[in-house]
């Protein structure tokens, strides 16, 4: 079945850094689009970043743009985020994605705080 496993989430100050990982497993990685999305308790889940499947073309949410990187490892089954110069405002879970058929599936989410 189809996992995705994030990590790296934590607390950091503003303009600080941090890198999150997601682990995918249970299908052929490489033919997918990855994003990363994030959520603040009571929002709608926002798309941040998505990267095509050589990892050619990349694609930002404005508030990110120049700050978070997106990238991929497609022999590790690997998707990254590189977020640096973080804001208070970038506070939210982070989430894994794919939609595969039609279907979105979603790790279970990392929480990334930013506070002084």
């Known amino acids: 079945q189809v996992q995705l496993v994030e990590s790296g989430g934590g607390l950091v100050r503003p303009g600080g850094s941090l890198g999150l990982s997601c682990a995918a497993s249970g299908f052929t990685f490489r033919r997918y689009v990855m994003s990363w999305y994030r959520q603040v308790q009571g929002k709608e889940r926002e798309l941040v970043a998505t990267?095509?499947?050589?990892?050619?073309?990349?694609n930002y949410v404005d508030s990110v743009k120049g700050r978070f990187t997106i990238a991929r490892d497609n022999v590790k089954n690997m998707a990254y985020l590189q977020m640096n110069n973080l804001k208070p405002e970038d506070t939210a879970v982070y989430y894994c994605?794919?939609?595969?058929?039609?279907?979105?599936?979603w790790g279970q989410g990392t929480q990334v705080t930013v506070s002084s």
């Open positions: 990267i095509t499947t050589a990892g050619y073309n990349t």
């Open positions: 994605h794919v939609a595969i058929s039609g279907t979105n599936y």
